[in-house]
């Protein structure tokens, strides 16, 4: 075989397989404040959005994150820089971690499967304006059963809110979701103003746009 011949094949088996790439570790939830947030990749972040950080793969690649405690997956997109804790290797959106079972936890021990590697990204930006107008709710709950989340609204009543509540359907990645809402409001600073009223225990809440 001809030298050069010899080194292009060296370089070729060098070359990890990044489409095959599996790594297993901690999945964290990102913190509700930082909703809105400008992430590395220069969209703004949202709970509502099935995005994730990682350390090091590209901005726009999708990798499938499986939850090794009940088995259930999505597919997410990469969109920002972390988790920079030692033994998690992604940070999950709110929406993210309700469709894999994560209602109430911080972490759980997860599968990150590379599905795609994005080599030509551009960042979708939505807007953050406290003051933009549109149809603003504060999400409390997601269920993947309906009776669930009906079943918590009766439970919500023992607060006296004033705001409606409502449940609505959402299809995360060929998953049925059943989210509990607080509220219909046109702005999301008004939204916001609300959730500081609500009790401690719904303070995970996080505003987020509803379809009308």
């Known amino acids: 075989m001809k030298p ?8 070729f088996w060098g070359l990890p397989n990044l ?11 990102r913190p509700l404040s930082h909703e809105g947030l400008m992430t590395k990749s220069g969209e703004r972040f949202s709970h509502d959005s099935l995005v994730a950080s990682h350390r090091s793969l590209p901005f726009g690649s999708v990798v499938k994150v499986t939850n090794l405690t009940n088995k259930q997956s ?10 920079f804790i030692k033994g998690r290797i992604i940070d999950l959106s709110q929406s993210l971690a309700d469709s894999i079972g994560l209602y109430n936890n911080d972490i759980a021990q997860v599968k990150m499967e590379v ?21 603003f709710a ?3 709950a997601s269920y993947s ?4 989340a009906i079943n918590y609204t009766t439970e919500l009543k023992k607060y006296n809110i004033t705001e409606p509540i ?7 990645d060929d998953k049925t979701l059943f989210k509990v809402f607080i509220g219909n409001f046109d702005t999301r600073e008004k939204a916001e103003k609300y959730k500081t009223q609500l ?8 505003v987020t746009t509803i379809n009308p």
Do not use: C, M, W
């Not at 050069?4 to 370089?11: G, K, N, P, R, S």
């Open 115 to 135: 599905l795609k590697i994005e080599t030509n990204f551009e960042p979708q930006n939505a807007t953050s304006n406290p003051n933009s107008k549109g149809n």
């Open 138 to 140: 504060i999400q409390v």
């Open 166 to 172: 409502h449940v609505k359907l959402q299809s995360v």
């Open 19 to 29: 489409n095959a790439q599996t790594q297993q570790g901690f999945a964290s939830v």
């Open 74 to 83: 999505i597919k997410v997109k990469i969109n920002d820089r972390g988790p």
């Open 4 to 11: 050069l011949q010899l080194f292009i094949l060296l370089i």
């Open 199 to 206: 009790p401690d225990a719904l303070q995970k809440g996080y």
């Open 145 to 148: 059963k309906k009776e669930n």
